[in-house]
């Protein structure tokens, strides 16, 4: 079934693709982090909060190597070889470094009554995934306007 026979034109189908792969590996990781918490609540290993913040950082990085890949697959066809996967786990990197910085470090200086949700229940893991995950968002926009797919092929 191609995208046309939906009711999308190529140009707003390449517009959803391109908004929904800079913001669906955040979606994932945020999904991810309300499943871990409710996991924490079964095994004690998952509530520890390093233990979920490499979890998710590597959920951050595969969710991110699949979209590139996707990605590149589709424009550069068969063209992928380990140099083109080297640029892809390369260029995952930098949103998964964003993630980390906004989950770890940028929750410290939300305002107060944030902060103050912040420490109880399910909000404890979903408010530093939030800010994570649109910091992720940002980095993928920024990126996507200085490296574009094409270059990854290349």
Known sequence: MSITSIGM??????????????????????????ILYLSGTVW????????????????????QCVILYSAARNECEAKINSETVKKILTRALYPTAAFVF????????????????????????????ATG?????????????YISVEEICQ
Not at 9 to 29: D, F, G, I, Y
Not at 133 to 145: D, E, K, P, Q
């Open 133 to 145: 995950g649109l910091s992720m968002i940002a980095m993928n926009y920024i990126l996507g306007n």
């Open 44 to 63: 004690s290993c998952m509530a520890c909060g390093p233990v979920r913040t490499v979890l998710l950082t590597v959920i951050a990085f595969l969710a």
């Open 9 to 34: 034109n190529e140009e707003t189908a390449k517009l959803v693709w391109s908004h929904l792969s800079k913001s669906a590996p955040s979606m994932l990781v945020g999904s991810c982090a309300a």
């Open 102 to 129: 906004g989950y770890v470090i940028i929750p410290w200086f939300l305002p107060a009554p944030l902060i103050l949700i912040s420490k109880i229940g399910p909000t404890k893991v979903i408010i530093p995934a």
